[in-house]
C-alpha cells in the first residue's frame, strides 16, 4: 500500500535552515507530481510547495517562495523540503502528499512531522 513518512522536523531558531525527507513506497514514485503541505496550530492546511515527477518544474506559496526548495531523488523514492531563513510564522506540521497545488488534498498522505520556530 502507499506510504508516505516524513522525517527532520524538530525545533529550529528563527534565521535558521532544516531540511525534510519524505520517503515513499507502494506506488510508482517517479510518475507522480508530489506537494508539501503544512497546518499550522489552529489554522486549516495550506499547500507549500510541488514538483513533478522528473523534478525540473517546481512551484511554491508566496508564503515560502525564495525561502524553500522543494527537491526529489526518484532514485531513492524520497521527496526532501529544504527550509531556509525560517520565521516563527512557519511553525506547522509539514506534510508530503501525492499531488499538485489543485489537487494534493485528494491524495495519499503521510503522518507529518512538526516544526516549530521559535523567536
Known amino acids: 500500500q502507499v506510504q508516505l513518512v516524513e522525517s527532520g522536523g524538530g525545533l529550529v531558531q528563527a534565521g535558521g535552515s532544516l531540511r525534510l525527507s519524505c520517503a515513499a513506497s507502494?506506488?510508482?514514485?517517479?510518475?507522480?507530481?508530489l506537494s508539501w503541505v503544512r497546518q499550522a496550530p489552529g489554522k486549516g492546511l495550506e499547500w507549500v510547495s510541488a514538483?513533478?515527477?522528473?523534478?525540473?518544474?517546481?512551484t511554491y506559496a508566496d508564503s515560502v517562495k525564495g525561502r524553500f526548495t522543494i527537491s526529489r531523488d526518484n532514485a531513492k523514492n524520497t521527496l526532501y523540503l529544504q527550509m531556509n531563513s525560517l520565521k516563527p510564522e512557519d511553525t506547522a506540521v509539514y506534510y508530503c502528499?501525492?499531488?499538485?497545488?489543485?489537487?494534493?488534498?485528494?491524495?495519499?498522505w503521510g503522518k507529518g512531522t512538526l516544526v516549530p520556530v521559535s523567536t
Open positions: 502528499a501525492t499531488g499538485g497545488e489543485s489537487n494534493w488534498s485528494r491524495g495519499y
Open positions: 507502494g506506488f510508482t514514485f517517479s510518475s507522480y507530481v
Open positions: 514538483i513533478n515527477g522528473g523534478g525540473g518544474s517546481t
